[in-house]
């Protein structure tokens, strides 16, 4: 246990702020020096000789858990739900952090002549952060590519992370932590060296991107498309286009936008807004970069796209990884790259809950489960439809959520094209919905659970070998205890992202 109070000392002089040295230019952009600098932090915890000696010292990275301290980065406090990183200082402290970034310091009884560490002290950690990942991005420097979308926003980063690993030091958005927290944590990971960071951004209300593109600062911006995942905290469609559009607030003026080239409606707001370029993927005549033929099946997919000497060989399924790969070309086509080595995209596995193909006790899954929206449901449906298959098909459907108003609609139209499936299982009430419209468009079986086991229950005793099983629903709906029952899965299987 921590031996810390609230009762903190008060804070030192802010020996970053005196001196004839408080206004030069730090020599290195990780020093503690530019960290106090670039937080706008009072330095308390040493005294302003000892300041004098150390501020130059540069910190190993940053930690958010003092559990994950290996010594020399700044621990931030962030304040949580459940704990509040100012009750674990002295833990990070204790591992070897350089400095804490902190609203309060942590005083220990057993140290009680002086806090223990450098703090690095500030009104809001959470808003130092983000003050301190642009400005981190500003002084380094790297070109800064911010992809946004409805759907496929995490494979989407992951095939241009391939793509650009060629070009040399690159950063990118772990798994898909796009929020307030999560892009500058990625942005803080950007060292002198690095030249290309890739980042998503996501939003679940109105305003978020425009937050996020402001730290970020992108010179590339990838909207991948403007469907109706979490249509309901938006207002509708309508609203997500214009959140989605909030990227263009942050884009450089000599950057590119890149869009799908079947939303006309998203075309003409984007070209209201933004009268730089833009380059569009798809595959019309009148994309950028087009897909002139594409050959999908259960192992992977083959992408013929004009101007390109190869093809793009995918191990990703579906027509999302498509059109994810052909936004990457585009990102290589704006940074200069027109004959970019495609060999790279065929090493980015599926992510974990996104059409991950998984075989167990001779039946196919396709696991899609971390989220679901109607676009990327109806997508992959289609998907499912055409790929020939020994035996049955079974859908497994957790339904969607946060459609607001559209909710009974949407859920109609995935029922309606569930109808090529031998079985359907709709689990939870959004699902239920849309089980007397499978039925209508020819599904043989349906069934309606509202419960996990159920589902369970039934599968065990429908599928044989060389069946195959499409799971897709919203994280809430649990099916992920549905994979883990059938042994499709264990306890150690990823989160992945959308």
């Not at 609230?6 to 005196?18: G, I, L, V």
């Not at 191990?315 to 495609?342: F, I, N, Q, T």
Request: hydrophobic share 45%.
């Amino acid at each position: 246990m921590n031996e810390s109070t609230d009762r903190s000392p008060a804070p030192e002089p802010n020996p970053a702020d005196s001196g004839p040295e408080a206004t030069a230019s730090p020599a290195h952009p990780w020093s503690l020096r530019a960290i106090a600098q670039m937080t706008r932090a009072t330095v308390a915890g040493i005294a302003p000789e000892d300041w004098h000696l150390v501020s130059a010292l540069v910190a190993a990275g940053v930690a958010l858990d003092s559990r994950s301290v290996r010594g020399g980065e700044v621990f931030i406090a962030l304040p949580g739900a459940r704990h509040d990183g100012h009750d674990f200082i002295g833990d990070a402290f204790e591992a070897g952090a350089a400095a804490v970034l902190a609203r309060r310091a942590w005083w220990s009884r057993r140290k009680a002549a002086r806090a223990q560490g450098i703090h690095l002290l500030v009104d809001d950690p959470l808003a130092a952060m983000q003050a301190w990942a642009a400005a981190l991005r500003q002084a380094v420097g790297p070109k800064v590519i911010a992809v946004t979308g409805s759907s496929g926003k995490t494979t989407t980063k992951e095939l241009i992370l391939a793509l650009m690993e060629e070009r040399g030091d690159v950063v990118g958005t772990v798994g898909n932590h796009n929020n307030e927290i999560g892009l500058p944590l990625t942005l803080l990971s950007v060292r002198s060296r690095t030249r290309i960071a890739v980042v998503e951004l996501g939003a679940n209300h109105p305003g978020e991107i425009a937050r996020l593109t402001a730290i970020a600062r992108p010179d590339v911006a990838v909207l991948t498309c403007v469907g109706h995942a979490h249509a309901g905290l938006f207002g509708g469609r309508p609203g997500i286009l214009a959140s989605k559009l909030e990227i263009l607030a942050g884009l450089a003026p000599d950057g590119a936008l890149i869009l799908p080239d079947d939303d006309p409606e998203l075309q003409a707001a984007a070209r209201r807004q933004w009268s730089g370029r833009i380059l569009r993927f798809g595959r019309s005549e009148h994309a950028d970069v087009r897909a002139t033929s594409t050959e999908l099946t259960l192992q992977g997919s083959r992408v013929t796209v004009a101007d390109e000497e190869s093809p793009l060989v995918l191990r990703l399924l579906g027509e999302g990884a498509v059109r994810a790969a052909l936004a990457a070309l585009a990102v290589a086509r704006v940074l200069g790259s027109p004959c970019a080595d495609v060999s790279g995209l065929a090493r980015v596995k599926p992510l974990p809950g996104r059409m991950d193909p998984r075989e167990s006790h001779g039946v196919t899954w396709l696991l899609d489960m971390y989220n679901a929206s109607p676009e990327s449901t109806l997508a992959n449906l289609g998907f499912f439809e055409q790929v020939p298959v020994r035996g049955r098909k079974v859908f497994v459907f957790g339904g969607m959520r946060e459609l607001g108003d559209e909710t009974e609609a949407q859920h109609q139209r995935v029922g309606a094209a569930a109808g090529f499936c031998d079985a359907g299982v709709f689990l939870g009430d959004e699902a239920r919905i849309a089980a007397p419209e499978a039925q209508k468009a020819g599904e043989k079986q349906v069934l309606w659970c509202g419960e996990t086991r159920e589902v369970v229950q039934f599968l065990r005793k429908y599928l044989h070998p060389g069946d195959a099983v499409y799971l897709k629903g919203a994280r809430a709906a649990g099916l992920e205890q549905v994979a883990r029952e059938m042994q499709v899965i264990d306890a150690t299987y990823g989160e992945g992202g959308v």
